[in-house]
Each structure stands twice: as structure tokens, then as C-alpha cells.
């Protein structure tokens, strides 16, 4: 594999090319959802705010690394849509940026607990480092994402005093939705991975099975959310696993860009659930 002189191009402005190359749409949106299941568990207010603080610089750190690492593979499949890859970001900057997220994430999670902070600098933030150092490219793709989804819930829980671990469907809901979560996000970049020589899990069983794949695992993960808490679940969340098991069935049956929509929906809702169940 070659890669070729890229001069630096004009493009955005400093902050929001380094929110860019943090990929700053999922590491937004797990923080959100951090977030959420912090104010749904009933954390005290500072609490968290630390917890999810931790999570947003942990994401921060996995995104940058991972553009950092891929800067040749994105070079030589021409990614325009990466700062660094078409040098508006330099790189410098993209490594500072990311050495002072992992110390405020290591700060930030130490301050919302000794537990917190072992789960979220090793299994969670951790998780996504090793993918991006390596697993990415073996059959072991899915496993960092379902040890990153897996160990949220608990990072979460575990913050503050006298908390305790996410209970068992919560954790398994979560990495259920990883690793569904992993399938869809690669299925756009197969080709241009294949031609960087990255070969993870969904490069090796295709396309098709993957989304057979994802289309199995997102509604297994909306099944534990809906009868995973103790007592009845409510009315509505039998509505909601109604829709997701036709969103599934258009998932396997439709053509065109409709399956991959429909899946993405249904993480959309088991999210919604996810956080709607925890306590």
C-alpha cells in the first residue's frame, strides 16, 4: 500500500475539525446516553456530571486515536472527510488534543469513584483503544464493542457512593446493541477497508450476514430491556418491541438502503428503552 503527499487544504476552523476527527457524532451520542442513565439511576447532580464528563473525554480520546492510527488507510482510500487525512487538522494538534483528554478523563473518573475509574479507563475507554490498536482488523472486531456497550451501564451505576454493578440484562442489553452497533458501522467502509487490509469480524462473514447478524442482536437487545426489570413491563414498551420486531423483519426482507435504516432504528429505540429501563 502506498500513500501519497497530501498538502494542507483549507477547512474548518481548529475546534470543529477537532471535533471532527474525534468523531464527535458517537462520542456525543454515548454521552448522552451516559447521561441519561445517570439521571434515570438517581445519581447526586455532581456525580453525573463527573461520570458523564469521564465517558465525553474517554470517547474523545478513542476517536482521535483511531483517526491518529488510520491517518495512511485514509490517505490512501482518499477520505475527504477526515481533517487529518486531508491536512486541514495537523496531527500534532490532533495528539495534544488527545493527551489532554486522557488525563481529564483519568481525573474526571478517579473524582466519580475508585470503580468507576478502574471500568472506565480499562473496560470501557479501553475497549475502544484496543480496537483501534489492532482488533479492528481480526475476527475479535465485535468484542471491544460489546465490552465498551456492556460496561457503560455499570460505569455509570458504580459512580458516586454506595453505588453497585448494572444489573445483569442491562449489561447484556448493552452489548447486544455494541455489537449490533459495530455491524452497521462498518457495513459503509467494506470496500475501502478490504483495500487498507482490515478484515474484522463483518469483512469476513459479508455484508448480507452481517445485517442477518445485526438484525438478530439489536432486538435481542430491546428483549432484555423490555423483560429484564423486575415487575410488568408497561404498556408501552410492548408497543415498542412490536415495532422494533417489524422494523427487524424489514431488516431481512426489504431492498435498497430500507434494511439498513430499520436496523438503524432499532437502535435508536433500544437506546430509548435502555435508558428508559435503568434505575
Known sequence: MTTRAVPALPGPRPLPALLAAAHGGPALAVTVVAGLLALRGGLPPLDAVLVT???????????????????????????????????SLPAGRAAGAL?????????????AGWRTALLNCTLATGAGHAYNLGLKATAWSWAPYACAFGTLPSVVTLA????????????????ALGVGAHLLNTLPDLADD???????????????????????????????????????????AWAALALVIVLAVLTLSAHGRTPFRAAVTIALVDVALLVAAGR
Open 99 to 111: 493527551a489532554v483528554a486522557a488525563l481529564a478523563c483519568l481525573v474526571l473518573s478517579v473524582l
Open 160 to 175: 458516586g457512593p454506595g453505588q453497585g454493578w448494572a444489573p445483569p440484562w442491562m449489561t447484556g442489553a448493552g452489548a
Open 194 to 236: 478490504e483495500r487498507t487490509g482490515v478484515r474484522g469480524l463483518p469483512h469476513r462473514i459479508g455484508e448480507r450476514r452481517s445485517r442477518v447478524l445485526a438484525a438478530a442482536l439489536l432486538p435481542a437487545a430491546s428483549l432484555l430491556t423490555v423483560l429484564g426489570p423486575a415487575g410488568n413491563p408497561p404498556a408501552w
Open 53 to 87: 464528563a469521564a465517558v465525553f473525554t474517554g470517547q474523545l480520546t478513542v476517536g482521535w486515536g483511531n483517526d491518529l492510527l488510520d491517518l495512511r488507510r485514509d490517505r490512501a482510500v482518499g477520505r475527504s472527510d477526515k481533517p487529518l487525512a486531508v491536512g
